[in-house]
T-cell receptor, first 111, second 113 residues
Framework: QKEVEQNSGPLSVPEGAIASLNCTYSDRVSQSFFWYRQYSGKSPELIMSIYSNGDKEDGRFTAQLNKASQYVSLLIRDSQPSDSATYLCAVLRGGYSTLTFGKGTMLLVSP | KAGVTQTPRYLIKTRGQQVTLSCSPISGHRSVSWYQQTPGQGLQFLFEYFSETQRNKGNFPGRFSGRQFSNSRSEMNVSTLELGDSALYLC????????????FGPGTRLTVL
């Protein structure tokens, strides 16, 4: 079983819609969760971090964490073509500093 | 505040050669991690340094090595390059050792011919 799983996509949404990106993880002792955005040819950019169950909102982005279900998601409201990128889910085990990444979901936002 | 810097940005080497990549973390950050990104394997952890000590190492052969200097700058070295070492090598820095956000540099694109 892969440690961090994401649907590779592409996930296609029209401009202005809500994009929902999902991630599951296998290690129950994971405690820190991150979403990175990576444009083609660029390095990953941190956009959200979440550490406790529930929702965390930052502008158009909302991260959701459910540790019981080992599930973390990212919602992007009012999606823009500039949001078109690969979104990487990353997980940290408690007490460790080694990020484990999913392979990413490609998001395509059409005008 | 300046971000993470990596040099060089691009490298072309031939099989059997060795290469050294450099990373300067964000000012004040003492933890530096290295990752390899390939289309097939995604992002994979190489190693992590904190206060000049290697804290963790990923599942890579001994040809991959690294070090950290007293000013927190880090280098990684790959010896006896293989075609499969062609990848984007990313450095990430963070304030502390565990559980906190990591910020990536622009990466070094290594091509092995």
């Amino acid at each position: 079983q892969k440690e961090v799983e994401q649907n590779s996509g592409p996930l296609s949404v029209p401009e202005g819609a809500i994009a929902s990106l999902n991630c599951t993880y296998s290690d129950r002792v994971s405690q820190s969760f991150f979403w990175y955005r990576q444009y083609s040819g660029k390095s990953p950019e941190l956009i959200m971090s979440i550490y406790s169950n529930g929702d965390k909102e930052d502008g158009r982005f909302t991260a959701q964490l459910n540790k019981a279900s080992q599930y973390v998601s990212l919602l992007i409201r009012d999606s823009q073509p500039s949001d078109s990128a690969t979104y990487l889910c990353a997980v940290l085990r408690g007490g460790y500093s080694t990020l484990t990444f999913g392979k990413g979901t490609m998001l395509l936002v059409s005008p | 505040k300046a971000g993470v810097t990596q040099t060089p940005r691009y490298l072309i080497k031939t099989r059997g050669q060795q290469v050294t990549l450099s990373c300067s973390p964000i000012s004040g950050h003492r933890s530096v991690s290295w990752y390899q990104q390939t289309p097939g394997q995604g992002l994979q952890f190489l190693f992590e340094y904190f206060s000049e000590t290697q804290r963790n190492k990923g599942n890579f052969p001994g040809r991959f090595s690294g070090r950290q200097f007293s000013n927190s700058r880090s280098e990684m070295n790959v010896s006896t390059l293989e075609l499969g070492d062609s990848a984007l090598y990313l450095c990430a820095s963070s304030l502390a050792v565990a559980g906190v956000e990591q910020f990536f540099g622009p990466g070094t694109r290594l091509t092995v011919l």
